[in-house]
């Protein structure tokens, strides 16, 4: 018999992976699922994207690259993190690898040991706590309120602070909330972090294109210039450009840590695919008319749900300012009584009343770290969005 090591026993498979592979029994089995558990755009890679690594095929460009990536690529990211962060990083603050997920993976690898704290505010995505796990390193979780707005605080982020915290992580826009931060939000994030020179902030800013505030997202190097140097930013043409398998995402800054980085993945990986290095340089340098036009779909549908959403009693649904979920607090359900006799006890119970009753898959809030709650992307076309609400709305009128 095979037993896992105490690493992967530490771990568990990701919730948004096991709701879609459930999801897709059930489609197979017949059932009409109308599908909000999806962490991934809708629409197909951009044209232009595509040919771009059609063209590296024909032109060769088969093989192993850098392992901190292509030259044109990095020096695509250095103008892309010019452009929205006023930065200007040196080639060696650079690396890429298969997905932002990995990059973020490997940075806890290169810089936890045994013992060692990441605050993690919590609702968060699902992967951070398995990720600091899996490498040796201790969760907190610092649970933000409602009140303010599901973000974390500079007194929230004192009081989880210890001598054996090595990194805060920041996400914005979250999954599962959609909330971004302010500039001034980060500032003073930042003004706690110079008293704290044993901390690193891990910023995952991949749906910093999909923003629905004016102008564009600030990110935290550009807020907390002074940090700088403990700033590891994360990003990637997963979200914003419709790219998720092609596996390709990017993290900037302290070239030391990057030195770290790129070697694990000299033992692992060696690159990421030439070819998807040929089409992230061309969604970064291209044309950026797609991701507008990406913005402008995500935000009709965001206000559309939430109309549908304020019609339902008992849900309450969190306001994004981007990335593509709603985070819907369903209080008001718990304790509630099913035709069927049962009691909604949390939000497992919510989650599975709704596939059950309404055909709808939205993933618990639980699994998020903070209930009771579900996910619902809106990364689905507006005609499934609709129906699923309605249906929704149906199952919860069936409540007693
Ligand atoms: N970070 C967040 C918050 C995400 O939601 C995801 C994808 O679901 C990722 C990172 C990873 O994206 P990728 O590995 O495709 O770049």
Known sequence: TFTPSSRVRRIKVSPSTAAAARVRELKAEGRPILDLTVGEPDADTPRHVKDAAIAAIEAGETKYTSVNGTPALREAIRERMLRSSGIEYPDAAITVGGGGKQIIFLAFTASLDEGDEVIVPAPYWVSYPD???????????????????????????????????????????????????????????????????????????????????????????????ALRERIFTVNGVSKSYAMTGWRLGYGVGDPELVRAVNLLQSQTSSCPSSISQAAAVAALTGDQECVRRGVEIYRQRRDRALELLAGIDGLEAVVPDGAFYLFVGCRGLIGRRTPEGGTLENDQDVTLYLLESADVAVIQGSAYGTEPFFRMSYATDLGTIEAALRAVGEAVARLR
């Open 131 to 225: 990720m600091v796990r899996a490498n040796d390193g201790t969760p907190v979780i610092a649970e933000t309120t409602p009140e303010d707005g599901y973000k974390l605080t500079p007194r929230l982020l004192r009081e989880s602070l210890t001598e054996r915290t090595r990194w805060l992580v920041l996400n914005t826009p979250s999954n599962p909330t959609g909330v971004a931060y302010s500039r001034a939000e980060l500032e003073a994030l930042a003004e706690v972090l110079e008293e704290a020179p044993q901390v690193r902030v891990l910023t995952d800013e991949i749906y910093d294109e999909i923003y629905f505030g004016e102008g564009r997202m600030v990110g935290l190097a550009e807020a907390a210039p």
